[in-house]
């Protein structure tokens, strides 16, 4: 029979609880003081990369933007947005976007280009102005999704779909690629239907994934970005330049197709269905000593590398 008092009950639990948390705090302690081993790092597993590892960009779905600080190279998505990326390769191959400008960089968002002159804007030819918005695709139009293991707060799965972040919904049976760092999609008003590719974004920011399926993403950007994330921030509203002089102009616009051969970047994109990419995503998600102390065991979808690299 216990004869303790209610009283004595509730410190001893007490005390057991503090034990137990004392425990843990010295557990975790010596977690991060042991010595983790040395494991391969991502590096390591490029150079260790065979050339089966990797893919070249498709020239047909390649932008190259020329701007008046460099070159950025977008790699189009045609399997989620196949309208729009339609529509955007009509308006490069009709020199739409020559001349005109990047027009908007804000902090920890988007670095956006388009029309500066919403009053008298430049006209387009055979291009559409608007396009019903694809923000999803069936499942099955996806065929070389990837999975991640690792959970995720915006999707019931994620994973990588030929080289690009991507996330989906067995239930609702929809497949649709996420706002990590470096993804273009197309700038819309209220309107779900409003955008049509004539007003591009690149996101330099933290990752916005409440924007998936609020937005048609078409691609993202393999070389370049350090042009567009340290672009000055523009002090207008939204990030937007409030100075004609701040814009930044774009040269020209040209699908890699029609650059003479010569002419080409030689970029290839690691394949995100390969051994090579699954050991890259381990390395990136346990990370051995010695400067690493705690492995974090886990890794969000937009910090999962995607390796690009440039042949000679």
Request: net charge positive; glycine share 8%.
């Amino acid at each position: 029979m216990n004869n303790r008092s209610p009283a004595m009950l509730l410190a001893a639990a007490l005390g057991m609880l503090v034990m137990g948390q004392a425990g843990a705090v010295e557990s975790a302690a010596a977690q991060t003081n042991a010595e983790l081993k040395p494991k391969a790092t991502v590096a390591d597993i490029i150079k260790q990369s065979k050339p089966g590892d990797w893919r070249a960009l498709d020239p047909e779905n390649t932008l190259y933007m020329q701007t008046a600080l460099g070159r950025v190279i977008i790699e189009l998505a045609p399997t989620f947005a196949p309208n729009h990326v339609a529509n955007i390769k009509t308006l490069v191959r009709e020199h739409y976007f020559d001349g005109l400008v990047i027009l908007r960089s804000q902090d920890n968002w988007v670095a956006q280009w388009g029309d500066p002159d919403e009053k008298h804007p430049k006209p387009m030819k055979t291009a559409k102005a608007t396009l019903k918005g694809e923000f999803t695709v069936p499942i099955k139009n996806d065929k070389d999704f990837t999975r991640l293991p690792d959970r995720d707060g915006y999707a019931p799965q994620v994973g990588h779909s030929n080289g690009f972040p991507s996330a989906r919904d067995q239930r609702s049976g929809q497949a649709w690629l996420t706002h990590c760092y470096g993804m273009v999609g197309v700038g819309r008003d209220n309107d779900a239907d409003s955008g049509g590719g004539s007003a591009l974004y690149a996101v330099i920011g933290h990752a916005p994934r409440h924007l998936d399926r609020n937005i048609t993403v078409v691609g993202r950007v393999v070389s370049g970005m350090p042009l567009l994330s340290t672009l000055p921030r523009g002090s207008a509203p939204m990030g937007f330049y409030d100075k004609p002089e701040q814009n930044v102009p774009i040269l020209s616009v040209k699908v890699a197709a029609d650059v003479p051969v010569a002419e080409r970047a030689k970029f290839e994109v690691m394949r995100t269905d390969s051994t090579a990419f699954k050991a890259a995503v381990e390395a990136q998600r346990n990370r051995g000593g010695p400067w690493t102390k705690v492995a974090a065991g886990y890794i969000d979808l937009c910090n999962a590398p995607i390796p690009v690299r440039e042949q000679q």
